[in-house]
């Protein structure tokens, strides 16, 4: 089972380079499932190493010109804040014991992995339709609704702080729609965004969690050297294809998470 868990974290970087936007949606399953780590430290685990392996991700796609950096701070101003908020004060405050109905009890692992189930349906379908479409118009509003940008900021941060996923699969689309970046900056822009709320928002961590450093190194390294296998291969594969039997692939663990949970 030790060598399984060691190969899904290569999988988690291999699946962040070649699909971009959802492959981080691996991480907190499993950490949960094959290393036995509980779902609240594993969504602090897992803020760090999707946001290293963002940030190598971020790198790569910054030399070669496709990180709006400007639009990653106007962006990263609601969703940052928002991700460290939710680590420094809405995390700690979740109770082990939630509430009891009847004879069926609700408890925080419970509640944060059918959260987590649901968002991997979200992305599996996000990725799937996304997977069969074609590329949305990459043309600029003429005028940037920064408001609306602002408010899927908190959103994403909201996410991002509190099931531990980078939000790539939101991200992209509302970067190509609200901000008119081309596919490919929206691709990098979103990785540099989710490395800064990643690695903030683990900040908001400190003094909450026993932090095994050792560990979670280890596995950041493991995924970080998956993000340029994933790289190379994405070049002689068709990412569109990719995609959509990825997002299938998310849709099954996500829906085996939630009736696991569940039943």
């Given at each position: 089972?030790?060598?399984?868990?060691?190969?899904?974290?290569?999988l988690i970087g291999i699946s962040l380079g070649l699909v971009g936007g959802g492959g981080s949606i691996l991480t907190v399953?499993?950490?949960?499932?094959?290393?036995?780590?509980?779902?609240?430290?594993?969504?602090?685990?897992?803020?760090?190493?999707?946001?290293?392996?963002?940030?190598?991700?971020?790198?790569?796609?910054?030399?070669?010109?496709l990180v709006q950096v400007k639009t990653a701070f106007l962006f990263g101003i609601s969703s940052v804040s928002t991700v460290?908020?939710?680590?420094?004060?809405?995390?700690?405050?979740?109770?082990?014991?939630?509430?009891?109905?009847?004879?069926?009890?609700?408890?925080?692992?419970?509640?944060?992995?059918?959260?987590?189930?649901?968002?991997?349906?979200?992305?599996?379908?996000?990725?799937?339709?996304?997977?069969?479409?074609?590329?949305?118009?990459?043309?600029?509003?003429?005028?940037?609704?920064?408001?609306?940008?602002?408010?899927?900021?908190?959103?994403?941060?909201?996410?991002?702080?509190?099931?531990?996923?980078?939000?790539?699969?939101?991200?992209?689309?509302?970067?190509?729609?609200?901000?008119?970046?081309?596919?490919?900056?929206?691709?990098?822009?979103?990785?540099?965004?989710?490395?800064?709320?990643?690695?903030?928002?683990?900040?908001?961590?400190?003094?909450?969690?026993?932090?095994?450093?050792?560990?979670?190194?280890?596995?950041?390294?493991?995924?970080?050297?998956?993000?340029?296998?994933?790289?190379?291969?994405?070049?002689?594969?068709?990412?569109k294809k990719l995609k959509t039997g990825f997002g299938w692939f998310v849709l099954l663990m996500g829906t085996y998470i939630?009736?696991?949970?569940?039943?």
């Open positions: 089972m030790e060598v399984v868990a060691y190969l899904a974290s290569a399953p499993v950490l949960v499932y094959l290393f036995g780590i509980p779902p609240l430290l594993s969504t602090s685990y897992s803020l760090f190493i999707v946001g290293c392996t963002s940030l190598v991700g971020a790198w790569q796609n910054y030399r070669n010109g460290w908020l939710t680590r420094k004060f809405l995390i700690p405050a979740i109770p082990q014991h939630i509430a009891t109905f009847d004879h069926f009890e609700l408890t925080e692992r419970m509640l944060m992995m059918v959260l987590f189930a649901i968002l991997m349906l979200t992305a599996a379908i996000a990725m799937i339709r996304n997977g069969k479409a074609e590329e949305p118009c990459e043309k600029a509003e003429e005028k940037l609704n920064l408001p609306k940008l602002l408010f899927y900021g908190v959103g994403i941060g909201l996410t991002t702080g509190l099931l531990g996923a980078g939000g790539g699969f939101l991200l992209i689309p509302t970067l190509v729609v609200l901000v008119g970046l081309p596919m490919k900056e929206a691709i990098g822009t979103s990785l540099f965004i989710i490395a800064l709320n990643s690695l903030i928002g683990f900040s908001g961590d400190f003094g909450h969690f026993e932090i095994d450093w050792f560990f979670l190194l280890k596995i950041t390294a493991i995924a970080v050297t998956g993000i340029f296998v994933g790289s190379k291969m994405s070049a002689k594969v068709d990412s939630l009736l696991k949970e569940i039943l």
